[in-house]
């Protein structure tokens, strides 16, 4: 508790309207490293400049160096993107995941209770993550939106990158597991209620829409001396998915979940990205035919389980390969619990994926899930300067983190 | 022992002699050091009571005293103000909290005020002369707290601050909210109900407004770091001036609340603490925040006055300044109360409460003699501390 990491000593640093300002350098070269923009092709003995937080240049060894920027020597090195991690388990103290006074609570914002200063914020920034979703939790149906954080900030509120980015809906046995229906002990408990079983966790998710949808034609159109319902937070929020502007991402485990989740899609018109989805390795045609992304939880933790994972699904070990072959753009996500995100996706390498799939996994393809990736995910002009110095091939269990800059700051050293 | 400092209240309110004119009620204080308010005190000087309230200071006390003026010469020793407690739940735990609605704006602590409650002696022996009565923190709007005299239980105000809470107390796993996250989306609803017209005549709303536009102070209860962002956040976003009750681990927020100016409401300091739990209160005050000091520790056990003294002399060893840790005892608190010009300091027209130590009372060396009240002393006995 008491050992001060350097990283914790910049953030209280950073903390500082006017330290964050003196600390910001004008201007950073990285040259000489081998250079992995993901949006294009490696290049070798490459010059990233970094200008103001964000990229200004990169190119080959010919590229100018601006006068007055600190160079640093690369040489040997290897430089991502600041990985991406599309669900990861940080910031939110488990009491805060869900709010469990209702099944249904779109309008709850994980943003409410995160904690700008945790510790697991810290841990995912020293294993190379710039940027992650954090997701309300399973235990209900419908269980709110997400948002999209920074793992360092100069304040709170610039860490949030955006904010409701998703809305959580859960499928499977998990939301309906603390539920009760026949009455004993406390029969005040708000959890005698429903749903306890799938046919009823999904009636949920309709009810929900359906409910939506006659709030919008009360709201729109005037009824017969009917007042106007009130402005319901929760139901803006389902016509925001309703109408394609807010992402529904359907955590469904097992195959008759996913199947479910593509349907109720398709039925509701919403978009919608696969959650955790370990057992898509059986609906490969059904999800590549859907145009659906999928999420993919970390492939070591499966095989920790022995194979299994939450609602009972099969998860296979080669299901990344079969993805990238079928063409279904996936992300590797779950950081905060078990290994750093790179490992996870040298797993997947080990396993048959190939290099720049896995990289992709875990920078390109969440950012692009995630709506931000005109910010992050890749290195070309413009994006913000989030970069991570490797020692070496990142895969390479050897490899070291060297350094990792947040908007052009180096925070990591 | 509560019916004898009833008692002598009363005594003391009754004229000394039925059968004359009433004597002038004027007392002259002198002593070694009276401190007026934390940034100001006179040495060997004096200051005048008269009908209970402090009438001059220092160099305008008039050489000429009414006839039957009483003088209490006070040599070597220290008199400050009575010190103020913004917020406790005296013995009424069990009433103070209506955990069939997680909000309840609209009661009021006055409402479970027992008079006759013990704690009430044991605080004003120990030197707090004004508390804030709150609701406890079960709920996450809680209600509206009391400000009261300790010595007789005399309401200042009935609906003083807003109190809520943030914390695990107020999100119960087994009734709405459960989260922040469900807290968060009810004091949002709250509040913006509250603004509708429609509402001005409802007496929740009208309690939330007027926490809103500041016509009485907000006090939340957060204690995690998410507790207290979500606290910050939500009050930035509904534009409410919050004071922060706790923040038992917000240590590494402190350059955001002193940003923010914030005024922080601190639970007892015991001498086993983390070195960043003691120098939480100095660190507040070298970043810009304030602190005020509280004998309240957690919902059920009863608060030690001495409690007070022992939090301020760890802080200033820790490296709280002196002036701050008497501000966190006596002016902090009041202005949480809404009652600056009234109790915390002893200015011209306030009233005269005051404590007598031995010697500073920031030592804890030192004896606290003597509790007066409205310029009458507590009998001795009663003053133990």
Redesign the interface.
Known sequence: MNRCCPTVLILLALAHGAAAQSDRPALVVLKGARIHPVASAPIDGGVLILAGGKVQALGGADLPVPEGAKVIDCTGKVITPGLVDAGANVAIQPRDRNEQGDEVTPQARIVDAMDPLARSLERVLRQGVTTVQVNPGTRNVIGGTGAVLRTHAASAAEMVLKDKSQLRIVLGAEPSQGNMAIRGGNPDSIYYRRPTTRMGVVWTIRKAFYDAQAYREKRTIPANGAPMPELDAGMEVLLEALDRKLTVRSTARAEQDIRTALRLAEEFGYETVLDESAEVWRVIDLVAGAKAKVLFNLPSAARARDGAAADGAEVRLNTLELLAKAKVPFAIQGSGAGLPLIQEAAFAVRQGLDAETALAAITKVPAEVLGVADRVGTLAPGRDADVVVWSGDPFDPATRIESVFVQGRQVVN | MIPTVLAAGLALCMPQDPGRAPEVDVLLVRAARIVLAPDQELKDEAILVRGGKVVAIGAAVPRDLPAGARRLDLAGKTVVAGFVDAHQHLGQGEDLVERADPATPELRAADAFDPFDPQLATLVRGGVTTIGFAPRSGNVIAGLATVLKTHDGAVLREDGYLKMALT?DA?D?????????????LV??AFTAARDPRAANDPAARALLEAATGARALVVHVE???EV??A???CEELQLQPVLLGCAEAW??V??LG?LRATVLVPPLGAEMRAQELGFPAALERAGARVGFTAQRGQRRVADPGSLRRSAALAVRAGLSRKAALAALTTVPAEVLGMAERVGSLQSGRDADFLVFSGDPLDLGSRLESVYVAGRALPAQEASR
């Open positions: 695990g999100l796993v087994q009734r709405k909210p459960t989260s922040l996250l469900g807290a968060a989306e949002r609803k995690a770091q998410a962002h979500s910050l956040a939500l590494r927020m350059p955001r940003t």
